[in-house]
């Protein structure tokens, strides 16, 4: 055996000793001095432990990850509050929590009239009837009346102008409503919101009087979203449009997302952010985070709780069709670096390797000599 392939020198009797006394971090980064090996040796004193089990694995061609873990919170997306724009005497009916209203559907409820919720960003600020300036506020009435099946694409156009067809189109949905059927939409007959909704509180009183301006839903988007302090260390492993997989709260279950975005604005973490998130960085100082947003792909994988402590697992490095080996396998060399010990039938063999991504148990090689299906020794369950 080569004097720069020597492993450590080793007492015990004939085995072979592969401590990992550290962890992979997150990242993948193998512990300082996590690796010490011994080798087969003879002449062993007998008073030394028992002589470990060894067996061998095939050296494969994979596909190596290593992630990152993010500590986030399950919950609902896009908070928003429903503002009143009209008068009354009181309100007649008003949601519940936990309630989820769609398109068309009541939203609450003033002098027995109900509000329906329409889908739009802008709220409605002026009366929209025959003969009005062009605007967008047009467009969003139009494009509901059709999603709603009270017009025709064919007949009436999308556009910004207010025309006789919307005005029909109109009639019709306020006849199915029972309300009179005007033709014309004033400020506080419909309230917009950008999707369905999911309340979350109702700031309005039951027989309390409406007033402009008044706060009276507070509700969020029916999508599952997880969101979590990213620090700005991190920020540039993650994308608008990345894979992540999101560990459940039971902590064994996960289910697949997507980055919905990733903030540009950095903000100071709380201290009870900073322990959740993987504490405070060497100078003892509160690290800087982003917020980062996650949209489930499958909306009831969050199950039934509205707000619960999850992980985020993000893809930090990526190895594709390389040759790796457990960790386990690697053996400390006295020169320094590693090596791993080929078997092929009675005889074994030192092959120094290059070491490359870690990830999880296994960690990427490359040596002369190395190839897929290379029999290696490792430590046996």
């Given at each position: 055996?080569?004097?720069?392939?020597?492993?450590?020198?080793?007492?015990?009797?004939?085995?072979?000793?592969?401590?990992?006394?550290?962890?992979?971090?997150?990242?993948?980064?193998?512990?300082?001095?996590?690796?010490?090996?011994?080798?087969?040796?003879?002449?062993?004193?007998?008073?030394?432990?028992?002589?470990?089990?060894?067996?061998?694995?095939?050296?494969?061609?994979?596909?190596?990850?290593?992630?990152?873990?993010?500590?986030?919170?399950?919950?609902?997306?896009?908070?928003?509050?429903?503002?009143?724009?009209?008068?009354?005497?009181?309100?007649?009916?008003?949601?519940?929590?936990?309630?989820?209203?769609?398109?068309?559907?009541?939203?609450?409820?003033?002098?027995?009239?109900?509000?329906?919720?329409?889908?739009?960003?802008?709220?409605?600020?002026?009366?929209?009837?025959?003969?009005?300036?062009?605007?967008?506020?047009?467009?969003?009435?139009?494009?509901?009346?059709?999603?709603?099946?009270?017009?025709?694409?064919?007949?009436?156009?999308?556009?910004?102008?207010?025309?006789?067809?919307?005005?029909?189109?109109?009639?019709r949905w306020q006849t199915a409503l029972g309300v009179t059927?005007?033709?014309?939409?004033?400020?506080?007959?419909?309230?917009?919101?950008?999707?369905?909704?999911?309340?979350?509180?109702?700031?309005?009183?039951?027989?309390?009087?409406?007033?402009?301006?008044?706060?009276?839903?507070?509700?969020?988007?029916?999508?599952?979203?997880?969101?979590?302090?990213?620090?700005?260390?991190?920020?540039?492993?993650?994308?608008?449009?990345?894979?992540?997989?999101?560990?459940?709260?039971?902590?064994s279950s996960t289910a697949r997302g997507v980055v919905a975005?990733?903030?540009?604005?950095?903000?100071?973490?709380?201290?009870?952010?900073?322990?959740?998130?993987?504490?405070?960085?060497?100078?003892?100082?509160?690290?800087?985070?982003?917020?980062?947003?996650?949209?489930?792909?499958?909306?009831?994988?969050?199950?039934?709780?509205?707000?619960?402590?999850?992980?985020?697992?993000?893809?930090?490095?990526?190895?594709?069709?390389?040759?790796?080996?457990?960790?386990?396998?690697?053996?400390?060399?006295?020169?320094?670096?590693?090596?791993?010990?080929?078997?092929?039938?009675?005889?074994?063999?030192?092959?120094?390797?290059?070491?490359?991504?870690?990830?999880?148990?296994?960690?990427?090689?490359?040596?002369?000599?190395?190839?897929?299906?290379?029999?290696?020794?490792?430590?046996?369950?």
């Amino acid at each position: 055996m080569s004097a720069d392939l020597q492993p450590v020198p080793a007492r015990r009797s004939r085995r072979r000793a592969v401590t990992i006394a550290g962890v992979l971090v997150a990242a993948g980064v193998l512990v300082a001095g996590g690796i010490v090996a011994g080798r087969h040796s003879g002449g062993g004193d007998g008073g030394g432990p028992a002589a470990a089990r060894l067996t061998t694995v095939g050296v494969v061609r994979a596909n190596l990850t290593s992630t990152t873990q993010v500590t986030g919170t399950l919950g609902f997306g896009g908070s928003l509050t429903i503002i009143g724009q009209t008068t009354g005497s009181l309100f007649t009916w008003l949601p519940s929590s936990g309630a989820v209203v769609r398109r068309g559907q009541r939203l609450y409820e003033v002098d027995g009239r109900a509000v329906p919720l329409l889908f739009g960003r802008r709220p409605q600020w002026r009366t929209l009837s025959t003969g009005v300036l062009p605007g967008p506020d047009v467009a969003q009435l139009e494009a509901n009346l059709v999603r709603l099946g009270y017009a025709d694409r064919s007949l009436l156009t999308i556009d910004r102008r207010f025309t006789w067809q919307t005005a029909a189109a109109l009639r019709r949905w306020q006849t199915a409503l029972g309300v009179t059927a005007t033709g014309t939409l004033a400020p506080g007959d419909v309230a917009y919101a950008p999707g369905p909704l999911r309340v979350t509180s109702v700031a309005a009183k039951l027989g309390g009087t409406p007033q402009p301006g008044q706060p009276i839903i507070s509700a969020t988007a029916t999508v599952r979203q997880v969101s979590a302090p990213l620090p700005v260390t991190l920020q540039h492993l993650v994308h608008a449009g990345d894979a992540v997989t999101v560990t459940m709260p039971d902590g064994s279950s996960t289910a697949r997302g997507v980055v919905a975005s990733v903030g540009h604005v950095a903000t100071a973490a709380s201290t009870a952010e900073a322990s959740q998130g993987g504490g405070q960085s060497p100078g003892g100082e509160t690290p800087a985070t982003v917020t980062l947003r996650v949209r489930l792909l499958h909306p009831r994988a969050g199950g039934a709780v509205d707000a619960a402590p999850v992980t985020i697992n993000i893809t930090s490095s990526r190895a594709r069709h390389v040759l790796a080996v457990p960790v386990s396998a690697l053996v400390a060399l006295a020169g320094g670096g590693y090596a791993v010990e080929v078997v092929h039938g009675a005889t074994r063999r030192l092959i120094a390797v290059q070491t490359g991504l870690f990830a999880n148990t296994r960690v990427q090689v490359s040596g002369r000599g190395l190839e897929a299906g290379t029999r290696v020794e490792v430590p046996a369950s």
